[in-house]
């Protein structure tokens, strides 16, 4: 089976709903993390991010296969990759895949896994860190847990993730 960590984040139009359309668009939910704010960064001028985490399971995705879906989920929001770290109506990156218990590791043209930046970056590790408190994440080749990850990463940066009283809805249920 494989699995997939994927960050989802938008700051333009109803972000909320860009969020839940991506989780829609997704089979095997296991887990939605909460929704946070997050302001941008990155040097263009923009407004804040909303934020989460979704782990999804589907026996019929490889690594490459989970880039196709995410993709599709952008271009269905109309996503339009005008500046780097610039303003989107949604992003979704992997940023991790599992083959049964085993992270995935990859490094081509179009994919990197684990995702490259994951680890310095609290809008993605504290949502992680909410739906799966023992995570671990592969860095410089060696397993870290999320928890340590975070802890490393500046203060004011950790507090500016900030959660929000939205939740996403999976199926009929609502993920926390």
Known sequence: MTSAVLSIGSNLGDRLARLQSAVDGLDGVVAVSPVYE????????????????????????????????????EDAAHRVRDHRWGPRTLDVDIVACRDSADEVTVADAVLTLPHPYAHVRAFVLVPWLAVDPDATLTVAGRARSVAGLLDAIDPAERAGVRMTRSVLQTGNELAR
């Not at 941008?40 to 296969?65: K, M, R």
């Open 38 to 73: 997050t302001d941008a960064w990155g040097g263009v001028e923009q407004g804040p991010f909303l934020n989460a985490v979704v782990i999804a399971d589907d026996p019929g995705l490889h690594p490459h296969g989970w880039l196709r879906r995410a993709q599709e989920i």
